[in-house]
Structure formats: C-alpha cells, structure tokens
Nanobody, 121 residues
Framework: QVQLQESGPGLVNPSQTLSLTCTVS??????????WNWIRQPPGKGLEWMGG???????YYSPSLKSRTSISWDTSKNQFSLQLISVTPEDTAVYYC?????????????WGQGTQVTVSA
C-alpha cells in the first residue's frame, strides 16, 4: 500500500515562504513512472491543483501559481517538496500531496491525509 505523508509548519506569517514535504512509502518516486503532485483546498472552496514533478524530475505548475511555486525532490529520502513564496491569508488551506493515477489525466490514486496551513500574523 503506497502511503504519502505531508509535513511542515502549520502556521506561516504573511509574505513569508510556505515549505512542505511529502514522504512516500512503499513506492519509489523515481521508478514508479508516474508524477507526484501538490493539491490544496482553501476553506469552503474546491480542490486546486498546484503543480507536480515527474519521475524524471521535471516540475510543472499551475499557471496561476507558477510565479510563486517551486517543487523539487530528494530521491535519497524518497520525498518531494513544495515551496510557495510571498504567501497571503488567501493561501490558507489544507495541503495534500498525491500520486498520479497511471494512465489518468489529472487523476490521483494515492493521497496524503492533508496538512492544515494557516497564513496569519
């Protein structure tokens, strides 16, 4: 059973950088030949795909967040990470990491449990 676990601070000050890490178990982010994604859900709103990283290390981003988002990986730890710069209270959300469904299109078969991030002074 593939497992994903998000980690990172739950509170970030406005204008600072939000940094989260997703640790993957029972699968390899390199040899799985699928992409790994970050998705968020602001309070009272729907899911928003933020970006992802392919099994070959190429990152891709939502156009609306591209200027503020960076996704990278640490293959030695089987982890991938999200950085979102210049955060505002509108970035308050539950943040999820998720694995691409093989053969799917913006579909995901394994998710982390999610981590609440609040942007506030």
């Amino acid at each position: 059973q593939v497992q994903l676990q998000e980690s990172g601070p739950g509170l970030v000050n406005p204008s600072q950088t939000l940094s989260l890490t997703c640790t993957v178990s029972s699968d390899s982010i390199i040899t799985s030949y699928v992409g790994w994604n970050w998705i968020r859900q602001p309070p009272g709103k729907g899911l928003e795909w933020m970006g992802g990283i392919d099994y070959d290390g190429v990152a891709y981003y939502s156009p609306s967040l591209k200027s503020r988002t960076s996704i990278s990986w640490d293959t030695s730890k089987n982890q991938f990470s999200l950085q979102l710069i210049s955060v505002t209270p509108e970035d308050t959300a539950v943040y999820y990491c998720a694995r691409d469904l093989p053969g799917g299109f913006y579909e995901y078969d394994y998710w982390g449990q999610g981590t609440q991030v609040t942007v506030s002074a």
